[in-house]
């Protein structure tokens, strides 16, 4: 069942400038001040005073990824919104939070496409490896299709709409089970097919949005999404190239150099890809199957781009092999775009 509460908002930080669509605040519940979100495009916005129901799951377990109450109604305004007569396709359908959407999907199936695509399993990947395709291979047109495994509003990541400012993203589409991008798509493959073909996409890049689902078990982690991804690409005809997860300052042994995360995904694909690799890490012997391509990461030059430089909480000066990883892997789909 699910943790829901009544609260009443105290204070409102509005959205950050290209934020979309997501205010942060402090609702009082039960006496006591909880920090809680709203996703403005599901549920409108709110006025300090507010009456609110919050689901506080998240919070009351104390979890690190989504820690926060989620406002799943606003009772003083939120009560008044209208069904669009055009939009006959639901997104999170069958749940309490249905809405109806217009997909991106065209009516056709175009393939092979032979356009690339660039495939992560962690959100932390996806600034470091934007930025080194577009230094790489600068004015290339690169779409972001975010798919589960992490966070689903598309309005909850500041690193999307930073690199939507800065034009490193042109475009950024929403797949079930994930919403609220600039577009939405019923599936992966439908977005990414959508974005190569009708939106004029030179590549793709494809992963979850923050935070990531996991259970310590072998499969039962969000990362795991990127073998649907890659697929999917494979299936269109698409270079498909995984941006590997590595890090030399994980504690956990799993994660230490190429991760158990990128191992299981490498493993399991049914056809090769392309993994960037960057310098120190070792090519696993198990997986040699695989196109590796050796890249020179501009770290330092990421450092300076003001774009984001924490993973897991850790700095990148805690964590160089995570980004260098990361930036081999943007390299690399840069190189595939012909």
């Not at 259970?215 to 690409?233: E, N, P, Q, R």
């Not at 991760?259 to 392309?274: C, E, N």
């Not at 300076?304 to 897991?312: A, D, F, H, Q, V």
Request: charged share 20%.
């Amino acid at each position: 069942m699910l943790s829901l509460r009544r609260g009443t908002v105290v204070s409102i930080e509005r959205a950050a400038a290209g934020v979309r669509g997501i205010e942060r605040m402090v609702v009082d519940v039960d006496g006591v001040e909880r920090s809680a979100y709203a996703d403005v495009g599901m549920v409108g916005g709110s006025l300090v005073g507010d009456e609110v129901v919050v689901n506080t799951e998240a919070l009351d377990l104390e979890l690190g990824s989504g820690g926060s109450d989620v406002v799943v109604v606003n009772l003083t305004r939120g009560l008044d919104g209208k069904a669009d007569p055009s939009r006959h396709v639901m997104k999170l359908n069958y749940t309490p939070l249905q809405s109806g959407v217009d997909p991106v999907e065209p009516e056709l199936l175009d393939a092979p496409i032979g356009k690339p695509v660039g495939v992560f399993q962690l959100h932390g990947q996806l600034a470091p490896a934007v930025w080194a395709a577009v230094q790489e291979r600068p004015g290339v047109k690169i779409g972001y299709v975010q798919s589960g495994g992490g966070a689903l509003p598309g309005a909850l990541s500041s690193t999307v709409a930073e690199l939507r400012s800065r034009q490193l993203l042109i475009d950024h589409l929403t797949a079930a089970p994930a919403y609220g991008g600039e577009g939405e798509a019923m599936s992966t493959i439908g977005a990414l097919h959508a974005g190569l073909t009708e939106r004029g996409w030179d590549c793709a890049i494809v992963g979850p949005g923050p935070g990531i689902i996991g259970s310590g078990t072998a499969l039962g982690h969000g990362g795991m999404i990127a073998l649907d991804s890659a697929h999917a690409a494979l299936a269109l005809g698409c270079p498909t190239v995984l941006v590997a997860r590595a890090s030399n300052g994980d504690p956990r042994e799993r994660h230490q150099g190429i991760s158990h995360h990128t191992r299981s995904v490498l493993g399991l694909l049914l056809a090769p890809v392309t993994v960037g690799l960057g310098p120190g890490a070792p090519v696993p012997a198990e997986l040699e199957g695989h196109r590796w391509v050796r890249a020179e990461p501009d770290l330092a030059g990421y450092a300076e781009s003001g774009l984001p430089r924490r993973t897991m909480g850790r700095d990148m000066d805690d964590d160089t092999m995570f980004f260098e990883q990361a930036l081999a892997g943007g390299i690399a789909l840069a190189r595939s775009v012909s």
